[in-house]
């Protein structure tokens, strides 16, 4: 699994049980709740969730943009059990005032600044009350590593991983789109038109990122593999997602697009689980290739050639994954 983290990381909790998460704000009964209680009160759940980063691909914008340099490896899936935050949220009694949620974890700022946040990034209502945003305490049936939120994590699946606040201490309904650290600004924002890539856009012309964009990764083999001398078929794998949406078809060409092959793509295993993928496709002869996959989403939106959509602070970039294979004589 990948790692960010945008402040320090807050020493692993003495005892899970009782760290507690308060929800506040435009409720009727503001409620704070220990891991254990939540355990106790509330109904488990188990998906299987994938989780991107926002900045994911990053690398190929250009011109270059600040912030982490990703390529394709900023996404991770697992199976995550925990609670649903909507039923927290209707324990507490969700006034029809809410508009957005406000999401605080125990990170410290990476200044010590104790009033200063990590990031506070939020969802609106609708998708804080989705049966699939969770308030997750486990991970693959153990209990968290602290690196990835213990003892408690948002997760708001298919958006960028940014809203899925790590050591959770704090959800804060709110009668307005939140404004905590990474809300505001060009944090997490694409523009609300296209602009000349490394151009200044002013904030209000820009929309905050929900769903990510549609993506595939090609997972075996690996980038730069000599395969064995003669080989004359290649087996290809891969997973493919698109945020709020689903992948209707992964395609992959060995001739720098000239042509395309179809791949045999699975269905999710749970709503936000990405979808396996696999080919075989036929090598005509010795040499150097490069196999590329592009995905089409569930409204036949396909996976643009380059990183297009250019934005400050580089979010939502979705080219084709491309490897290389070498077939000796
Ligand atoms: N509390 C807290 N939650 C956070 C972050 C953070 O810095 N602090 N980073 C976010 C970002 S930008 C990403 S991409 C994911 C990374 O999650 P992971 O380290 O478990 O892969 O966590 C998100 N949740
Ligand atoms: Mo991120």
């Not at 590593?145 to 201490?169: C, D, E, Q, V």
Request: aromatic share 8%; net charge neutral.
């Amino acid at each position: 699994m990948f790692i960010r983290n945008n402040g320090q990381i807050p020493e692993p909790a003495g005892n899970p049980g009782s760290w507690r998460i308060t929800v506040d704000g435009e409720v009727n009964t503001p409620l704070t709740l220990a891991v254990g209680e939540l355990e106790q009160r509330f109904q488990p759940v188990t998906y299987r969730l994938q989780m991107e980063c926002g900045g994911n691909g990053r690398s190929f914008f250009t011109p270059e943009t600040r912030g982490n340099q990703w390529g394709h490896g900023a996404v991770h899936q697992a199976e995550w059990t925990g609670v649903r935050l909507a039923d927290v949220l209707r324990a507490a009694g969700v006034k029809p005032s809410a508009v957005y949620t406000g999401h605080f974890g125990a990170d410290p700022h990476l200044s010590g600044d104790t009033g200063k946040q990590a990031i506070s990034r939020g969802i609106p209502i609708a998708k804080a009350m989705d049966e699939h945003t969770i308030i997750a305490l486990r991970l693959n049936g153990q209990p968290i590593p602290n690196i990835h939120g213990a003892p408690a994590r948002l997760i708001a699946p298919g958006w960028p991983a940014s809203t899925s606040s790590k050591w959770l201490t704090r959800v804060w309904v709110r009668d307005r789109v939140h404004d905590g650290q990474g809300m505001t600004g060009h944090s997490y924002r694409l523009t609300r038109y296209p602009i000349v890539p490394g151009s200044d856009v002013s904030p209000e012309d820009t929309v905050i990122l929900e769903s990510m964009p549609v993506r595939s990764i090609i997972t075996s083999p690996a980038h730069g593999t000599e395969l064995p001398a003669g080989t004359r078929e290649l087996d290809l794998r891969g997973h493919a997602w698109a945020g709020e949406k689903s992948v209707r078809a992964v395609e992959v060409s060995i001739d720098y697009g000239a042509s395309w092959e179809p791949t045999d793509l699975d269905q999710p295993e749970d709503r936000f689980a990405w979808q396996t993928w696999r080919a075989r496709v036929p090598l005509p002869q010795r040499g150097y290739y490069e196999v590329w996959a592009r995905a089409t989403d569930s409204d036949g939106r396909m996976q643009p050639h380059t990183a297009g959509n250019w934005n400050p602070q580089g979010y939502g970039a979705n080219p084709f994954h491309r490897i290389a294979v070498l077939v000796p004589a």
